[in-house]
């Protein structure tokens, strides 16, 4: 069956590391994005890639950084440089931009601070 | 831009009740509209969406119709069960096309 993996499911980062979280789908879908929820703000958007080599950032990118070097793989990296990082994030993906297409949501990672 | 308001929650419902989790938009054009859902610990799914002016969206007993002279999508069901328990969302493309832009989520409670 078609999906996104999101690994790990849960990740704990000392301050000061960077850490990757990876997202993988089969779908063969154009367009994949990163959402960070936390409780009671909704999802906001990280980053975006409507194609592969190339990606855009959302309302919140500061301190995140992606790579789009496969289709099918949309890796996030938060750097020390975020400085509140303990959040759900969610990885989607749909087969490309346009009005009519819904999402397809990975499980989620949850990062936690130590 | 486009933005999406939902309200807020959390709702509580007995098993069997009636249940409405309103929506509005403001949007650019017509944009399609979706509702998805959260349960505990999990990413989003897709409910139901609805593409165009009076398209009525329904999945698993829940519905909601594209209004566009109130610019509403409030998702209904007519009888809740307890595994309906979960966290509601609902979004609109951004006015280009790009992105989802989702409400801030409301919080269903069902008991039995």
């Known amino acids: 069956d078609g999906g996104i993996t999101q690994s790990p499911k849960y990740l704990f980062r000392k301050e000061g590391q960077n850490v990757t979280l990876s997202c993988e789908q089969n779908?063969?879908?154009?367009?994949m994005y990163w959402y960070r929820q936390d409780p009671g703000q909704g999802l906001r958007l990280i980053y975006y890639?409507?194609?592969?080599?190339?990606?855009q950032k959302g309302d919140i990118a500061e301190g995140y950084s992606v790579s789009r070097e496969k289709k099918e793989s949309f890796p996030l990296t938060v750097t020390s440089a975020q400085k509140n990082p303990t959040a759900f994030y969610l990885c989607?993906?749909?087969?490309?931009?346009?009005?009519?297409?819904?999402?397809?949501f990975g499980s989620g990672t949850r990062l936690t601070v130590v | 831009g486009n933005s999406v308001t939902q309200m807020e929650g959390p709702v509580t419902l007995s098993e069997e009740a009636f249940l409405t989790i309103n929506c509005t938009y403001t949007?650019?054009?017509?944009?399609?509209l979706f509702w998805y859902v959260q349960y505990p610990g999990e990413g989003l799914q897709l409910l139901l969406k609805?593409?165009?002016?009076?398209d009525k969206g329904s999945n698993k007993g829940f519905e909601a119709t594209y209004r566009k002279e109130t610019t509403s999508f409030h998702l209904e069901k007519g009888s809740v069960q307890v595994s309906d328990s979960a966290v509601y969302f609902c979004?609109?493309?951004?006015?280009?096309?790009?992105?989802?832009?989702f409400g801030k989520g409301t919080t269903l409670s069902v008991s039995s």
């Open positions: 949007a650019t054009g017509y944009p399609s």
């Open positions: 890639s409507q194609i592969v080599n190339d990606f």
């Open positions: 989607a993906s749909r087969p490309q931009r346009g009005v009519n297409y819904g999402y397809t």
């Open positions: 779908l063969n879908h154009d367009a």
């Open positions: 979004a609109l493309n951004d006015q280009a096309g790009t992105a989802l832009i």
């Open positions: 609805a593409t165009k002016a009076d």
